[in-house]
């Protein structure tokens, strides 16, 4: 059997996430966050980020979110899947020249036919190996398979916990369309299973 793939998160995706993390909760905040899980400071100091690999940065992507999870409660959710959303436009204006001409690409399309593109950017910003996203259709629905998984890193939940990948994929999707789409995690890696997988419900209203 075929053993899952590692966990692994681009650097400069890590780097997004961090500065919109920072931006939207403040730097103290995000610090107390950090401290009431008895993890470092020094996770976010911009020195050490710099430093980090793909390995690395899953692995404190991964913890920074156990912590918000711990930190918030029920409401983690809602606010990881805001950072998710805010995540989007910062991926698109930092972009790499070839990255930025696809998104203007797709731009060009009819509305309708927009989402899967979108979302093959999205994973293009999340992945380090072409395998480790990918983007599939389900009918008329589309669904984003994440075998790297870089937030469930040493989590073990009982129930889905991919709350960024959430809102990065609902962003997509309203930057594309300029409509909202439902999306779902059905399978995580946190929860055991082999890979991460969202199903986004395409309405043909």
């Given at each position: 059997?075929?053993?899952?793939?590692?966990?692994?998160?681009?650097?400069?995706?890590?780097?997004?996430?961090?500065?919109?993390?920072?931006?939207?909760?403040?730097?103290?905040?995000?610090?107390?966050?950090?401290e009431?899980?008895?993890?470092?400071?020094?996770?976010?100091?911009?020195?050490?980020?710099?430093?980090?690999?793909?390995?690395?940065?899953?692995?404190?992507?991964?913890?920074?979110?156990?912590?918000?999870?711990?930190?918030?409660?029920?409401?983690?959710?809602?606010?990881?899947?805001?950072?998710?959303?805010?995540l989007?436009?910062?991926?698109?204006?930092?972009?790499?020249l070839?990255e930025?001409?696809?998104a203007?690409?797709?731009?060009?399309?009819?509305?309708?036919?927009?989402?899967?593109?979108?979302?093959?950017?999205?994973?293009?910003?999340?992945?380090?190996?072409?395998?480790?996203v990918?983007?599939?259709?389900?009918?008329?629905?589309l669904?984003?398979?994440?075998?790297?998984?870089?937030?469930?890193?040493?989590?073990?939940?009982?129930?889905?916990?991919?709350?960024?990948?959430?809102?990065?994929?609902?962003?997509?999707?309203?930057?594309?369309?300029?409509?909202?789409h439902?999306?779902?995690?059905?399978?995580?890696?946190?929860?055991?299973?082999?890979?991460?997988?969202?199903?986004?419900?395409?309405?043909?209203?």
């Amino acid at each position: 059997m075929k053993e899952p793939h590692s966990h692994i998160l681009p650097t400069r995706f890590f780097r997004q996430f961090l500065d919109v993390l920072t931006d939207e909760l403040g730097n103290e905040a995000l610090v107390s966050i950090l401290e009431k899980a008895s993890l470092p400071a020094d996770f976010i100091d911009p020195q050490a980020v710099s430093l980090y690999n793909t390995a690395t940065a899953a692995e404190t992507y991964a913890r920074i979110q156990q912590a918000m999870r711990f930190y918030y409660g029920r409401g983690a959710r809602g606010t990881l899947i805001r950072i998710g959303r805010l995540l989007w436009p910062r991926l698109l204006e930092t972009a790499s020249l070839s990255e930025k001409a696809q998104a203007q690409i797709i731009r060009t399309l009819p509305p309708a036919m927009r989402m899967k593109p979108a979302l093959e950017l999205l994973a293009r910003f999340m992945r380090e190996h072409s395998e480790s996203v990918t983007i599939h259709t389900l009918d008329l629905d589309l669904l984003l398979v994440d075998r790297a998984g870089a937030a469930t890193t040493a989590q073990q939940e009982v129930t889905p916990i991919c709350y960024v990948t959430i809102g990065l994929v609902q962003e997509a999707l309203f930057w594309a369309s300029g409509r909202e789409h439902d999306v779902e995690e059905h399978a995580c890696r946190a929860a055991g299973a082999r890979q991460c997988e969202l199903k986004v419900t395409v309405s043909t209203k």
